[in-house]
């Protein structure tokens, strides 16, 4: 499974196109334009989102990871709050036993949206990041599956920290 904050979802989506991964993205307008570009770039789609459809888009990662597809979410999406990891990833990784693999990228020169994960497009011919955390295996049980979403977000942030540029790098904000 492969987790990246929502940020960084269109660099992290494009480096790991064609290799066979089911996004999970919203039903919502929004998601559209995503699930359109995912699609292009040969992801399978998983259509749902903790804010609208949830269940089912559980339902399908779990049953996509169980027979062996690799799934990619975003666990601070749809609408945030930005870099706070919710449970559904942990729990998709929880019952089937996949391991967890925290990645982010960070691109220059890149825009920024005035959006509240600040989402990242990077701008043409620009240089990208790429960053993993270390990958876990999630145990069973509540409060195992806590103890993994803390971790979740750490990983995601030491490869946040990983992809940054050491001067600090900048992105325009319009």
């Known amino acids: ?3 990246c904050w929502h940020d960084a979802l269109l660099p992290v989506m494009w480096h790991h196109r ?7 993205v919203s039903e919502a307008r929004d998601g559209q334009y995503l699930a359109a570009f995912a699609a292009s770039l040969g992801y399978g789609l998983i259509r749902g989102s903790s804010t609208r459809g949830g269940r089912q888009a559980l339902r399908a990662a779990i049953r996509a990871l169980q ?5 990619g979410i975003t666990p601070d999406g749809p609408r945030g709050p930005r870099r706070i990891a919710k449970p559904g990833a942990v729990t998709a990784a929880a ?8 990645v982010h990228a960070e691109a220059r ?3 920024r949206a005035r959006s509240w994960d600040r989402f990242l497009v990077p701008t043409p011919f620009a240089t990208v990041r790429v960053a993993y955390g270390e ?8 409060i195992a599956e806590e ?5 979740a977000a750490r ?9 940054a540029w050491p001067d600090g790098g900048e992105t325009h904000t319009g």
């Open 1 to 3: 499974m492969l987790l």
């Open 18 to 24: 064609n290799r066979g991964i089911a996004a999970v």
């Open 67 to 71: 027979q062996g597809t690799p799934v």
């Open 95 to 102: 019952r089937t036993g996949a391991v967890v693999l925290p």
């Open 109 to 111: 020169p890149a825009w």
């Open 135 to 142: 990958p876990f295996e999630v145990a069973t049980g509540g």
């Open 147 to 151: 103890a993994a979403r803390t971790r």
């Open 155 to 163: 990983e995601l942030d030491q490869a946040a920290r990983l992809a």
